[in-house]
Every structure is written in structure tokens, then in C-alpha cells.
């Protein structure tokens, strides 16, 4: 019976991290995308942006810089800090997202996100309720998201059509895997009392973790089912 009590409260704990994951995750989307609306509809914001390559470059390394001081840093900030870094990237995110808007048409990007969403949906239930362990498909699919990043840095000089195409439907793949590897990764994690600093930074690290699959997965299926402008 204790054991029973054990299981049942280890498994209630589970439900109410990744729920709390789920809904920062879904805010953060939520903020990217009316940033990213918002900034296509302002002419000159977007000409600012996307005219002057250290303002655009400067945008992209700001959110790889967020996304290791917020990685790397974690255990010694606070939750409070946490939460506005994780804002403040996706708030970046958007900026630099809002040129979808401008090379494809409204249709084909709702349509994307919602196959983007029942797909990331499907598989992070997957993760989350499957019994199998997803530890070894975890590390071959890290080792070939490292080898579609090399090919696209190599393919920018290249630029090969066929090797782009390659690249999507790949990255597709991998990332579809991912969000079932990272939720079964973030369902282990023993957060603690809900109401703890360590429940919300690991909350926050959580989201951030399956908004990068999301998104990815978003932006590839957008370049392999996106209708573009003027096509």
C-alpha cells in the first residue's frame, strides 16, 4: 500500500511538472508569434532588421547567447530571473521570425503550424506515456542534429537545392524524435514542491527545451510545405 502511495504520488508530481512545462512553453509561442505579427506589419522595424546585417546577426547571437547563459546558468540564478530571460528570448525569436510572413503566404504558415502542432503533439504523448527507454535514439539523434548543423553551415556556400531538400526532411525526422526523447527526458526529472525555486527553473528549462523542437520542427515542415509569395 505504501509503495501504491509512493507510485501514485511520483506519478502526480510528473503530471503537474510537465503541465507546468507545457504552459510556459505554449506562452512562449504565444509571445513569439504576436512579436513576430506585429514586427512584419511595421515596415520600418522589419527594414531595420532585415537591411542591416549587424542588427539581424546581432538579434541571432543574442538568442544563442540567451539560450547557453540560460542552459549553463540555471542552478545559480533565480527562478525569477529565469522566467524574464525566457520571455526576452522569445520575444527575440519572434523578431527574427517575422520574415516568414514576408516569403510565405498566410494559409500555407496556419496550415504548417497546425500539422507542426498535431505532430509535436502526437509524439511528445508518445514520450511521456511509452515504457520503452528512448535513451540510445536520444544520442544517435543529438549526433544527427550535429551533422544536418555542419551540412546546412557547409551548404551556405554550396548552395545546393537537393542538399537543402535533404536537409529538411532530415531535420524533420530528428525533431520529430526529439520532442518524444526530451518529454520522456523532462517526465524522469524529480522537480519537487510546486510552489518551489527549483520546480520553476526547471519548469522554465522544460519549456524551453520542447519550444526549440517545436519550432524547429515548424520551420522545416514550413520550407518542405510553405506556399511562397508571387509562386
Do not use: C, H, P
Not at 54 to 63: D, K, M, N, S, T
Amino acid at each position: 500500500m505504501y509503495s501504491q502511495d509512493l507510485t501514485l504520488e511520483k506519478a502526480q508530481e510528473q503530471a503537474t511538472f510537465i503541465s507546468k512545462v507545457y504552459a510556459w512553453m505554449s506562452a512562449a509561442l504565444l509571445i513569439t508569434g504576436i512579436t513576430a505579427m506585429a514586427t512584419a506589419s511595421n515596415e520600418q522595424l522589419m527594414e531595420m532588421i532585415f537591411s542591416n546585417r549587424l542588427v539581424f546577426y546581432g538579434l541571432l547571437i543574442g538568442e544563442i547567447g540567451l539560450v547557453w547563459y540560460l542552459s549553463s546558468r540555471i542552478q545559480s540564478m533565480s527562478a525569477q530571473t529565469a522566467t524574464y530571460l525566457f520571455i526576452v528570448y522569445s520575444v527575440l525569436n519572434g523578431l527574427t521570425l517575422s520574415m516568414i510572413f514576408v516569403v510565405y503566404t498566410g494559409a500555407s504558415i496556419a496550415t504548417t503550424f497546425f500539422i507542426s502542432a498535431g505532430t509535436f503533439t502526437i509524439m511528445s504523448a508518445y514520450g511521456y506515456y511509452t515504457k520503452k527507454d528512448l535513451t540510445s535514439m536520444g544520442r544517435i539523434l543529438t549526433m544527427a542534429l550535429i551533422g544536418i548543423i555542419i551540412a546546412s553551415i557547409v551548404n551556405m556556400f554550396v548552395e545546393s537545392d537537393m542538399t537543402a531538400k535533404i536537409i529538411n526532411y532530415v531535420g524533420v525526422l530528428i525533431f520529430v524524435g526529439l520532442t518524444a526523447y526530451d518529454t520522456q527526458k523532462l517526465k524522469e526529472i524529480y522537480a519537487g514542491d510546486a510552489g518551489s525555486e527549483e520546480f520553476k527553473k526547471l519548469s522554465i528549462m522544460g519549456a524551453l527545451t520542447l519550444y526549440l523542437d517545436f519550432i524547429n520542427l515548424f520551420l522545416l515542415l514550413l520550407r518542405i510545405l510553405g506556399g511562397r509569395k508571387g509562386d
